[in-house]
């Protein structure tokens, strides 16, 4: 007949339970991370995506009282604003206006007008 006490080095089913749960808390906390990572991951390629799609654009600072409006490269960071990039066709045309000058850190012209 099978005797049903327990060994001194046996696991018991509530300790191998509570094994488990450890195991599953790390390899949900693993998946939390790594879930993390490729967000940033994703979120970094998106910024550099929209970089280089700034890069191959252009836009306008509008005319202040005291000075010309500027034509800048779309990464120019001496005009942060992203809103209303223009095409390298707009730049163009804009930099034939008489009063619209292509900004003096970025150059906009060098490789628009060749």
Not at 37 to 57: D, F, I, P, S, V
Not at 58 to 64: N, S
């Amino acid at each position: 007949m099978p005797d049903d006490t327990p060994t001194p080095h046996a696991i018991s089913d509530l300790e191998k339970n509570q094994a488990l749960l450890e195991w599953l808390r790390w390899q949900v906390a693993q998946t939390e991370r790594r879930i993390r990572e490729l967000k940033n991951q994703q979120a970094q390629e998106q910024a550099r995506r929209e970089r280089a799609r700034a890069e191959m654009a252009f836009k306008i600072q509008p005319q202040r009282s005291s000075s010309t409006a500027l034509l800048h490269r779309g990464g120019c960071a001496t005009y942060p604003d992203q809103v209303g990039l223009i095409s390298r066709e707009d730049a163009m045309v804009a930099l034939a206006e008489p009063d619209i000058e292509p900004c003096e850190v970025c150059r906009p012209q060098t490789g628009l007008l060749s």
